[in-house]
Nanobody, 122 residues
Framework: QVQLIESGGGLVQAGGSLRLSCAASERTFSRSVMGWFRQAPGKEREFVAAIRRSSGSTTYAHSVKGRFTISRDNAKNTVYLQMNSLKPEDTAVYYC???????????????WGQGTQVTVSS
């Protein structure tokens, strides 16, 4: 069964931190790439970060580089997004996704979670 379940969202003040988790079924976690995207109200869904299954290589959107860290625990079939120095503009629904291509484009990802809300107050 294909499944991605995000957790860890919430309300935090600017400058604070949150860690998002994405628990995946074994079939989904075996995909080559795991990624995080976000969508703010009235905006398109945008790429945040991605990590390769084989090498652990990572890539980040310019807007989060240096503040966010993506990681994975293969033993737990879980991907994390550590978010530090949060800003009000980081407010969005955050989605976990799995795919085969090394890409920042939403259409490259086959499977998606239901999303978790992150709200950063000023």
């Amino acid at each position: 069964q294909v499944q991605l379940i995000e957790s860890g969202g919430g309300l935090v003040q600017a400058g604070g931190s949150l860690r998002l988790s994405c628990a995946a079924s074994e079939r989904t976690f075996s995909r080559s790439v795991m990624g995080w995207f976000r969508q703010a109200p009235g905006k398109e869904r945008e790429f945040v970060a991605a990590i390769r299954r084989s090498s652990g290589s990572t890539t980040y959107a310019h807007s989060v580089k240096g503040r966010f860290t993506i990681s994975r625990d293969n033993a737990k079939n879980t991907v994390y997004l550590q978010m530090n120095s949060l800003k009000p503009e980081d407010t969005a629904v955050y989605y976990c996704a799995a795919g085969q291509a090394w890409s920042v484009v939403t259409t490259a990802y086959d499977y998606w979670g239901q999303g978790t809300q992150v709200t950063v107050s000023s």
